[in-house]
């Protein structure tokens, strides 16, 4: 568990620096407040009325900041809030949590009581929550919700998924990632959880899609990279002879990850994408940026 006050203190001195003097003399007393009680009643009445206080423009974080965020927690990446969701998450690391019996009663009340900003400011704050490893099944079902902003604040830029999730909650989030069409680069450290079920669960995926004549991300090939086969030999070549400009360059990206013979020789076959490829101008997430037209990422 990561230090809570500390991250509290990190977020109110962001907000200290971007909002009212009205708005942080609010947030100081409910600091006050919470900090000498217990109360749930107390907390459930403060989460609520800081959309009073704050609102939902995005956290400006400079540099030094970011650094410090990461220092604090790594994978922490506030500069994805509004300040609605800063200051609830400091109310949330103020509430005392020492005893997991009343605090995780409490929090989950929260949450099937939350409305839908409620809701994503506390998937978002996963990641610095006490008492993490009580909090999976919670996670994995806020990823199960067809709310495409309450996915995102508990699947992108999230470092709680890839740290947390066994192996099937995780390839449902990426599957679901790839199902609502979201930003799959936005997903957290997520080369490190490839595996070989994910792999073929989106392999299956592409040729149903593709048998309807539906087309399906390019990013998805990221996850299937490692695992090429003899047996996508003919998806392969189909995308590179048929594939728009990003679907080929997904797809050589992809086979520059795998170790089959076949596949590293298409390579040469493209020599000026390959050379992107080794240089590290051409890589997942500046592709993704590419196909979503993210520049603020």
């Known amino acids: 568990m990561y230090d809570s006050a500390r991250i509290a203190d990190y977020l109110f001195s962001l907000l200290a620096a971007q909002s009212s003097t009205e708005s942080i003399a609010w947030l100081e007393q409910q600091k006050n407040k919470l900090l000498g009680s217990e109360s749930p009643s107390t907390f459930y009445l403060a989460f609520s009325t800081a959309s009073r206080f704050f609102d939902k423009m995005p956290l400006s974080v400079n540099q030094q900041e970011m650094s410090r965020a990461n220092d604090l927690r790594p994978g922490f990446s506030p500069w994805?809030?509004?300040?609605?969701?800063?200051?609830?998450?400091?109310?949330?690391?103020?509430?005392?949590h020492k005893d997991p019996g009343k605090w995780l009663p409490t929090l989950g009340k929260l949450f099937e009581t939350a409305d839908l900003h409620e809701q994503e400011a506390l998937y978002a704050a996963l990641p610095v929550l006490p008492h993490p490893e009580r909090m999976k099944l919670r996670a994995a079902e806020g990823l199960r919700t067809n709310i495409t902003s309450v996915f995102d604040a508990a699947a992108l830029h999230n470092p709680y998924p890839c740290e947390y999730l066994d192996e099937p909650a995780w390839n449902q989030l990426v599957l679901k990632a790839v199902f609502l069409e979201r930003s799959l680069f936005r997903i957290y450290q997520s080369d490190k959880?490839?595996?070989?079920?994910?792999?073929?669960?989106?392999?299956d995926y592409a040729y149903e899609r593709r048998a309807a004549g539906r087309a399906v991300t390019p990013e998805l090939w990221r996850f299937v990279g490692p695992f090429l086969r003899e047996e996508h030999s003919s998806d392969i070549q189909r995308i590179l002879s048929d594939g728009t400009l990003l679907d080929r360059r997904a797809m050589l990206l992809a086979c520059s990850m795998s170790s089959l013979p076949a596949?590293?020789?298409?390579?040469t076959d493209y020599p000026e994408i390959e050379a992107e490829i080794q240089s590290g101008e051409l890589n997942w997430d500046g592709l993704g940026r590419q196909i979503h037209g993210a520049h603020n990422y």
Request: glycine share 0%; charged share 10%.
């Open 80 to 96: 994805h809030w509004n300040h609605l969701q800063a200051a609830r998450t400091t109310l949330l690391l103020l509430y005392p």
């Open 193 to 203: 959880r490839n595996n070989i079920n994910l792999a073929q669960t989106l392999v």
């Open 263 to 267: 596949a590293r020789q298409l390579l």
